[in-house]
């Protein structure tokens, strides 16, 4: 009962915390798509429960970002065809090719795996699992908030140094996040593999590249949009940091490298492995 009351405050948590953020903005519009967030999480969880499945929770989460960040722009144009700021249409863009790639991605991995073992244990409950898929919500409404804000100013987003400066982050992010996801994926498809830990391409240069990329690509998006905000509106900059806090000491970094301790931490070539190679920052030096 004391955990299904826990689960239940998180939630209302997470929708507060991004909510608020939104409301500093002063912005409607983005308090109005941080609402379509949550409620296109909630909306899925339905069936999600019903049929015991989290196949689509990662593509959901993509798909959110799409319509928050596609539905601002319509909001703020006055026409597909007409956009009032370029811009604008260059921040979403990136945002839709990040969004689209993870998504097909994650989705076609538990597609071959079958599941996310993450879900085990809380698929049953209804309460952790509606937490998870708001807090899912929360992923979406914090990383893209300062995008969204941007997109909305008066001013829309601003073309100076830092645009060039931050849609250079992002290639280097997403780059690298690509290059270590496909790296990853094909050696993992050769069996002698299964068993194994990689050391090779820029896993031997980190012990977790593609989150290194995940974090320099939404450090980009921050820094394209910077120039477009002002007063409270610059709390929305927390984007770059949440993703650092929750891919390192949530969801990411911290059940990997527990996961990966448990499994090789008995063997030598790992501690060396795990000794010389640091955990996020790729090493460009021997």
Same mark, same amino acid.
Request: proline share 2%; glycine share 6%.
């Given at each position: 009962?004391?955990?299904?009351?826990?689960?239940?405050?998180?939630?209302?948590?997470?929708?507060?915390?991004?909510?608020?953020?939104?409301?500093?903005?002063?912005?409607?519009?983005?308090?109005?798509?941080?609402?379509?967030?949550?409620?296109?999480?909630?909306?899925?969880?339905?069936?999600?429960?019903?049929?015991?499945?989290?196949?689509?929770?990662?593509?959901?989460?993509?798909?959110?970002?799409?319509?928050?960040?596609?539905?601002?722009?319509?909001?703020?144009?006055?026409?597909?065809?007409?956009?009032?700021?370029g811009a604008n249409l260059v921040?979403?863009?990136?945002i839709t090719l990040w969004a689209?790639?993870?998504?097909?991605?994650?989705?076609?991995?538990?597609?071959?795996?079958?599941?996310?073992?993450?879900?085990?244990?809380?698929?049953?409950?209804?309460?952790?699992?509606?937490?998870?898929?708001?807090?899912?919500?929360?992923?979406?409404?914090?990383?893209?908030?300062?995008?969204?804000?941007?997109?909305?100013?008066?001013?829309?987003?601003?073309?100076?140094?830092?645009? &060039? +400066?931050?849609?250079?982050?992002?290639?280097?992010?997403?780059? /690298? =996040?690509?290059? $270590? #996801?496909? @790296?990853?994926?094909?050696?993992?498809?050769?069996?002698?593999?299964?068993?194994?830990?990689?050391?090779?391409?820029?896993?031997?240069?980190?012990?977790?590249?593609?989150?290194?990329?995940?974090?320099?690509?939404?450090?980009?998006?921050?820094?394209?949009?910077?120039?477009?905000?002002?007063?409270?509106?610059?709390?929305?900059?927390?984007?770059?940091?949440?993703? &650092? +806090?929750?891919?390192?000491?949530?969801?990411?970094?911290?059940? /990997? =490298?527990?996961? $990966? #301790?448990? @499994?090789?931490?008995?063997?030598?070539?790992?501690?060396?492995?795990?000794?010389?190679?640091?955990?996020?920052?790729?090493?460009?030096?021997?």
């Amino acid at each position: 009962m004391i955990s299904k009351i826990t689960n239940i405050i998180i939630s209302i948590i997470a929708f507060v915390i991004a909510f608020s953020i939104a409301y500093a903005t002063g912005i409607d519009l983005v308090m109005k798509v941080i609402c379509l967030a949550f409620i296109i999480q909630w909306v899925m969880f339905i069936p999600a429960y019903i049929f015991q499945t989290e196949k689509f929770y990662d593509l959901t989460g993509s798909l959110t970002y799409l319509s928050v960040i596609w539905y601002s722009l319509a909001s703020t144009s006055d026409s597909f065809t007409n956009l009032t700021n370029g811009a604008n249409l260059v921040i979403v863009l990136l945002i839709t090719l990040w969004a689209v790639r993870l998504g097909s991605f994650l989705f076609m991995r538990i597609h071959k795996d079958g599941e996310d073992k993450r879900f085990r244990s809380i698929k049953p409950s209804s309460t952790q699992f509606f937490m998870t898929w708001t807090l899912q919500g929360l992923w979406v409404s914090l990383c893209s908030m300062c995008a969204l804000t941007a997109i909305s100013s008066e001013s829309g987003v601003v073309v100076n140094s830092l645009f &060039y +400066l931050g849609i250079g982050l992002f290639i280097l992010g997403f780059s /690298l =996040e690509v290059i $270590a #996801d496909n @790296q990853k994926t094909k050696f993992r498809s050769v069996p002698v593999n299964r068993n194994k830990f990689i050391t090779t391409g820029l896993w031997a240069k980190s012990r977790h590249p593609n989150f290194f990329g995940e974090i320099v690509l939404w450090t980009g998006i921050a820094v394209i949009s910077v120039s477009s905000l002002q007063g409270l509106q610059y709390i929305t900059l927390i984007s770059p940091l949440f993703t &650092y +806090l929750l891919l390192v000491y949530v969801s990411g970094v911290r059940m /990997l =490298e527990a996961r $990966a #301790d448990k @499994q090789w931490g008995d063997q030598d070539e790992y501690k060396k492995y795990k000794s010389q190679v640091p955990t996020l920052l790729i090493k460009f030096w021997k």
